[in-house]
Each structure stands twice: as C-alpha cells, then as structure tokens.
C-alpha cells in the first residue's frame, strides 16, 4: 500500500469522484427528444459515437448537436442545440460544497489536479457552474487540469497517462491517481501511478485516509 508520505500530487476524476453523475437521467433525457441509440453509446465510464467524438475533441458542439438529430427519426428540425445542450447535462447532478472545501484544503498539502473523461458542452456549463458555489472558479482548486476533448484522447488510453504527465509536470512515482473506474485505475498503475479506488456512494476523503490504515 503506497503511503500519504510518498505522494505529492493527488490527481482527480472528476464524474463519480468529486461530482455526483447519473447515466440514465441523460439516457432518459435524449430519448425523450426522440434519439435513437443513446443507451449503447453513452456508457457510464466511456462513450461511443458521437458522444466519443466530442469527448476527444474530434467533433464541435454543433457537430455533436446535428449528430444527435440524426439519431431522431421524426421531428429533428425542431430539437435545439439548447435542448440537446440540456439533455446531456442531465449527467451530472452537482457537486456537495463539502468536497470542494475538501479540495482547497489538501491544496494546502499537495498538488491538486484533474484528470477527466469529459466534453465542451458539460464543462464550459455544467461543471463551471457547480465549481463556483463558492464564488469561486475551477482553477481556484487545481494546480492543473488535462480534459480529454482537449488532449483529444481518452481514458483508459495511455495516450491520455503520458500528456497528463507532460502537460502538468508531474512525477509518476509522486502522484496518486483516484477514478471511481477500476479499469482507469489498472491503465494508470500500469504506467507507474499510485492508485485508490472511490466505489460508488463513498468520499475520495476516505479513500486518502486508508492509505494510512
């Protein structure tokens, strides 16, 4: 078991770790416009299709949006990028202020960073807003962030490991990796990374703190 005293950077998924996610009200939400398909491509921990695409970054906002309306067989012309925008949003619950409060104190002991699977639409809105119910923005709590529409691959890829470590300047044998996917969790550890699993309904908080157990 790798101890607290040997890590300097924690490095954070954010869906499942520090925000709370629920597939099925987006699968819900889509179908509701009328998409056919979304609950085979929209996994819990990867995608495929067109939400693939937009999470490394190979297609826009609105090429996701008119890749959506393909999928709906009647009434397409009348469903908005906003409706779509809103439907995929439907994701991400919130994140509780007591994680937030969490992340700004061990910013105080550690290199904080994120390290997520995510897309433009979700994160320009959604995980903007829900960093800032303390007035604050996402880069008040990361020392550095790696987004996978940005580094245009994805978790589990090793591609997405190595920028992660070129791009933020850490040390693999320094950093603890935590995901709430254990096939993330073997890719990294692979690598080098120190890993700890945040299972379903527990706190990243309690996973630091069995380091020490």
Same mark, same amino acid.
């Given at each position: ?6 890590? &300097? ?15 099925? &009200? *987006? ?30 970054? @190979? ?5 996701? *949006?008119?890749?959506?309306?393909? &999928? ?15 439907? @995929? ?24 960073? @994120? ?14 807003? *829900? ?21 245009? *691959? ?13 791009? @933020? ?45």
């Amino acid at each position: 078991m790798t101890s607290k005293k040997e890590i &300097r950077n924690l490095l954070f998924d954010l869906g499942g770790v520090i925000m709370d996610i629920e597939r099925e &009200r *987006c699968v819900e939400a889509l179908t509701r416009l009328g998409m056919e398909g979304a609950d085979e491509m929209l996994g819990l921990y990867v995608q495929s299709g067109p939400f693939l695409k937009l999470e490394e970054g @190979l297609i826009s906002e609105s090429e996701f *949006c008119d890749e959506v309306r393909r &999928r709906i067989p009647s009434g397409a012309a009348d469903v908005s990028d906003a409706q779509i925008t809103d439907a @995929l949003n439907a994701f991400l619950i919130g994140i509780p202020e007591h994680r937030l409060v969490e992340l700004r104190m061990l910013r105080k002991d550690f290199g904080i960073y @994120l390290l997520s699977n995510t897309n433009p639409i979700m994160y320009y809105s959604k995980i903007a807003e *829900c960093f800032r119910a303390e007035g604050k923005e996402m880069d008040d709590y990361f020392d550095g962030q790696v987004v996978s529409f940005k580094a245009r *691959c994805a978790k589990p890829s090793k591609a997405i490991f190595d920028y992660a470590v070129e791009h @933020l300047g850490i040390k693999l044998e320094e950093t603890l990796f935590l995901d709430d996917s254990q096939k993330n969790l073997d890719a990294a550890a692979t690598l080098g990374f120190a890993t700890a699993l945040v299972p379903p309904g527990t706190e990243f908080i309690d996973a630091l703190a069995a380091l020490n157990d």
